[in-house]
């Protein structure tokens, strides 16, 4: 069985400052992670994902993520928080191949203060 | 290309009303799936639908609740009788044969009373 456990439901940031949004899964098999972003009335967005190539990966508007298989993370950063970053993300795993279901960590609302 | 959409955006039912829910994945995507969101709960998993049959239902809560993707195209969720532990986001996204991503709808808030 997989699972994913982000840490802290709601973080705030000041505008400017580094965004860390802290991922960590459990899986059985190599895994293929994803984040996705809920702006206000809208469905989610892929952010970025892995899929067994590069380690590190950059996603839209100015987010990447790091795997690292010893940590068993995939943490989502960015340098510098803009306003228009406020949402709630959301990381989530699948089991290796594609195709199979998502399975969600329980979603981290960003607050940015000016 | 247009993106996944759900219908309704919202719906408020009562308890044991019947309330059927949408989704129409982006045009020529083979697989289908249902999520659903709880409040205060992490998106979980109901079922996946490649093409018109169902080739994982585990999420599934109960018999109360019915997915059908007659011809492989559009799907629909019914839930009869509802209840009020059915209150929820349901999520439908697509995602094209041999492709990695899922691509996600804006989600159909209902609520049981």
């Known amino acids: 069985a997989q699972s994913v456990t982000q840490l802290g439901s709601h973080v705030s940031v000041s505008e400017g400052a580094l965004v860390l949004l802290r991922c960590n899964y459990s899986s059985s098999v190599p895994p293929y992670l994803f984040w996705y972003v809920q702006y206000p009335n809208q469905g989610l967005q892929l952010l970025l994902k892995y899929t067994s190539a590069a380690t590190l990966v950059k996603g839209i508007n100015g987010f990447e993520a790091e795997f690292k298989k010893s940590e068993t993370s995939f943490h989502l950063t960015k340098p510098s928080a803009h306003m228009s970053d406020a949402a709630e993300y959301f990381c989530a795993v699948t089991r290796g191949a594609a195709g199979n279901k998502l399975t969600f960590g329980g979603g981290t609302r960003v607050l940015v203060k000016p | 290309e247009a993106g996944v959409t759900q219908f309704p955006s919202h719906s408020v039912i009562e308890k044991g009303q019947t309330v059927t829910l949408r989704c129409d994945p982006i045009?020529?995507?083979?697989?289908l799936y249902w999520y659903r969101r709880v409040m205060g709960k992490e998106i979980k998993f109901l079922l996946h639908f490649v093409k018109e049959s169902k080739q994982d239902e585990s999420g599934m809560p109960n018999n109360r609740f019915l997915a059908e993707r007659t011809g492989g195209t559009y799907s629909t969720l019914k839930v009869q009788p509802a209840e009020l532990e059915d209150s929820g986001v349901y999520f439908c996204a697509s995602r094209p044969r041999g492709g990695e991503t899922q691509y996600f709808g804006p989600g159909t808030r209902l609520l049981v009373l």
């Open positions: 045009s020529g995507h083979d697989n």
